[in-house]
């Protein structure tokens, strides 16, 4: 049989292994296995040809039992509403296992924002803002960056919402720019976070990160600072890492300055001087100590989870991982750092960037990124103390806790 990729599917089979061990509620589980509120619209923007184009914007709302609403945007030509459930429905295990009062959701618009001028970009941009304004707000959804969307995309969105209201509200988005109420620490939140899970995990391991070897697939937002403080936090090698173009690889690690400097100059890190090329695929079998996807959904799966080499796998992207291949990576004995554990350091200052916007005071970045280890390592604490209990992998330990913080705000509420 083939593996069923849809990430909507495989998000509800994820939940529905959680709901077995848990002997959750038939009910509570019904509801908890679809989004509460979806929004699905059009985009009509004026391109600089004349023509008008018409996208298709999507916004799911999956849970707000704990909080208001909370995740980013998608800019992607191949984005689907299924997609954009299944990360919304991530977003609410990920802000329930990191205990923070928000709930999930997700939004995205089809379309390829690199073949996009940059005022047509801003027109979309603000389109989108239009489309959802009654739907969003500080007590209600507040989106935040996620794959090729930006701090300057938070900026118009965060403009055209203050117009449409006539109030300042810079909490109903995130990841803004630090002149309009952005957060400290906010650019390299996700991998700082993920950088504390892995210390923790290898710590629990015995694995000493000074000098293990570490490959990185993605090059974006978080796969970038992830080298960087890999590099600098840890001295681990990092020995490659890719990005949509194809992957470099150099066994004695890759110096964060120079890739940076390369990327910077021709857009891919492919031909950086001193490495040679390897492939997305070669990248994810390599015998490194730790493996971190930072890029898309199901890169590991059936067919070829069983040639993974790492010790540990840090789930930086959202849903590298099939079931299927959790189920290999498990029988191997190798330790997986879910997804929404150990990409929670971006909603976590999130958090704190909504936190400061409503005091209108702001921290700076030691204080920040101090917040984050005490959140998220308490977060893979109980996770690991859940998996040790239930004897379960981690990632099914990590549904547990977040599923029963979530079912127990909606029984509180009466909802089931
Ligand atoms: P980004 O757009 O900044 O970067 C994405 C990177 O992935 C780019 O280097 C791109 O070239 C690469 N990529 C795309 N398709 C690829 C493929 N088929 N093979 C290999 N590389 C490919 O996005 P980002 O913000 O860095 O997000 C990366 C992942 O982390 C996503 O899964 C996202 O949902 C997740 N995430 C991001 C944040 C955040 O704060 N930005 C928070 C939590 C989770």
């Known amino acids: 049989m083939t593996e069923n990729l849809n990430p909507f599917a495989i998000a509800q089979a994820q939940l529905d ?17 679809q989004p509460m509120r979806e929004f699905h619209f059009t985009i009509p923007v004026k391109m600089n040809d004349g023509h008008t184009e018409i996208f298709q914007g999507f916004r799911v709302q999956y849970n707000d039992a ?35 009062p928000l709930g999930g959701g997700k939004g995205g618009v089809i379309c390829n924002p690199r073949e996009m001028q940059p005022d047509e970009l801003e027109r979309l941009s603000r389109g989108y803002m239009r489309a959802l304004s009654r739907y969003v707000g500080l007590t209600k959804d507040s989106p935040a960056p996620d794959v090729y969307t930006n701090p300057q995309i938070m900026a118009w969105m965060l403009d055209e919402y203050e117009i449409l209201t006539g109030h300042h509200e810079p909490g109903v988005i995130t990841g803004k720019p630090l002149p309009l109420g952005g957060s400290a620490g906010r650019g390299p939140a996700t991998a700082m976070g993920g950088m504390f899970t892995i210390r923790e995990a290898a710590r629990l391991r015995g694995l000493n990160l000074a000098g293990a070897t570490c490959a990185i697939q993605g090059y974006g937002n978080v796969g970038g600072f992830a080298h960087r403080l890999a590099h600098d936090l840890f001295g681990l090698k990092v020995v490659a890492v890719s990005d949509e173009f194809g992957g470099i690889y150099n066994e004695h690690g890759l110096n964060p300055d120079d890739v940076v400097k390369h990327v910077q100059q021709t857009g891919k890190v492919i031909d950086c001087p001193g490495t040679e090329k390897i492939t997305n695929h070669e990248l994810l079998e390599l015998d490194v100590d730790i493996l971190i996807p930072a890029a898309i959904e199901n890169q590991l799966t059936g067919q070829n989870a069983d040639r993974v080499k790492a010790k540990i796998v840090a789930e930086l992207a959202n849903g590298p991982t099939t079931p299927e291949a959790d189920r290999i990576l498990d029988d191997k004995g190798i330790y997986t750092i879910p997804d929404f554990l150990c990409n929670a350091g971006g909603v976590i200052v999130s958090y704190f960037e909504m936190v400061q916007n409503a005091y209108q005071f702001y921290w700076d970045e030691s204080m920040v990124n101090d917040r984050l280890d005490k959140k998220i390592t308490t977060a893979f604490l109980a996770v690991h103390d859940m998996a040790q209990a239930k004897k379960v992998g981690t990632r099914v330990a990590a549904y547990l806790v977040a599923v029963n913080r979530v079912a127990e705000a909606v029984r509180l509420r009466g909802w089931v």
């Open 17 to 33: 292994g959680a709901a077995e061990v848990l002997q959750l509620d038939p009910d509570m589980h019904a509801f908890l296995r």
């Open 66 to 100: 704990r909080g208001p609403a909370k995740g980013g945007i998608r800019f992607h030509p191949r984005e689907t509403i299924d997609t954009v459930r299944a990360l919304a429905a991530w977003m609410t295990w990920k802000t329930a296992v990191s205990d923070i």
